[in-house]
């Protein structure tokens, strides 16, 4: 069974950084995409990073290029995205992904998500 524990989320000043972590079990990196997404109150939940199974960056969305770094850890099982000159948009709940497709179909799992909240 997978799971996903996120940490790292508080309130930071703009032009701040954090770095999220999703320490994951009952995966492999080797055999699942990892993502982050972020949700802001109102908004759709959004995809911010993603490395595929054969340890690819996926390209960043406008919104957060430049400034996010996804990463991953094998020998801890740990994906981390690195947040750097933070903004009051990027204020979310942030989510780890992780993503699987057996015969085409994207078997999802996710974790409970960790408050990120930019502001002076």
């Known amino acids: 069974q997978v799971q996903l524990v996120e940490s790292g989320g508080g309130l930071v000043q703009p032009g701040g950084s954090l770095r999220l972590s999703c320490a994951a079990s009952g995966l492999s990196f080797s055999q699942y995409g990892m993502r982050w997404y972020r949700q802001a109150p109102g908004k759709e939940r959004e995809l911010v990073a993603g490395?595929?199974?054969?340890?690819?960056?996926?390209p960043y969305p406008d919104s957060v290029k430049g400034r996010f770094t996804i990463s991953e850890d094998g020998a801890k099982n740990t994906v981390y995205l690195q947040m750097n000159s933070l903004k009051p948009e990027d204020t979310a709940v942030y989510y780890c992904n992780a993503v699987r497709f057996v015969y085409g179909t994207a078997i999802n799992s996710w974790g409970q998500g960790t408050q990120v909240t930019v502001s002076s």
């Open positions: 490395v595929t199974d054969a340890g690819s960056i996926t």
